[in-house]
């Protein structure tokens, strides 16, 4: 059974992703934490995460998919070209991706997200200043757009991508065991499906 690539980075968001990583582990399906280095990252919560491999030590015939969670800041990661270039590993439909909260702005900045609708815990005009342009925010849905005109699923699925904001972690992390293949039954972590 192929595994399943967990990034992590500064500041990154635990509570996002606990679900998902719940569902993979009462699986029995296989992660691997990667980071930049081996260094130990400290996550939004202060929870000390030691990473398994640097993102050099990928051998990306062993995965199948790909968790990206959120960050109180993110801009470093968005900014690494070597964490870009990890994540582009994981572009085509062989691979699921999960990106919650302000994830999917990696993925949107690999050209991954080109032309697809999905969400982010941000607002549009919050990050134009980061180097977005409309083009590349076109199909989002951000934080107030959801706020406003709530996604009905609580994510957003786009062929092997599939995205959501934070308080949405639940819906997205059950989206995401059944993507990779994992039974999830009715009133799994009290959500019905």
Do not use: H
Not at 45 to 50: A, C
Request: net charge negative; charged share 25%.
């Amino acid at each position: 059974m192929k595994k399943t690539a967990i990034l992590i980075y500064s500041q990154f968001c635990n509570f996002e992703f606990s679900v998902a990583l719940e569902m993979l582990a009462m699986a029995g399906k296989s992660i691997t934490i990667f980071a930049k280095s081996l260094s130990p990252l400290r996550s939004e919560e202060g929870l000390t995460v030691i990473p398994d491999k640097t993102i050099s030590e990928i051998n990306i015939e062993e995965y199948d998919s790909l968790l990206l969670t959120g960050s109180a800041d993110i801009r470093e990661a968005i900014e690494d070209e070597t964490i870009l270039a990890f994540i582009k590993k994981f572009d085509g439909e062989n691979f699921i991706i999960g990106a919650i909260s302000i994830a999917p702005l990696l993925l949107v900045k690999t050209g991954m997200l080109n032309g697809k609708k999905f969400m982010a815990g941000i607002n549009k005009e919050e990050i134009y200043e980061e180097g977005f342009s409309e083009e590349d925010l076109k199909q989002m849905i951000g934080w107030d757009d959801n706020i406003e005109n709530p996604v009905p699923e609580g994510y957003i699925r786009e062929g092997n991508i599939i995205t959501s904001i934070s308080y949405n972690f639940i819906k997205w992390a059950i989206a995401f065991g059944n993507a990779v293949g994992i039974e999830v039954y009715p009133d799994s972590f009290g959500v019905s499906i």
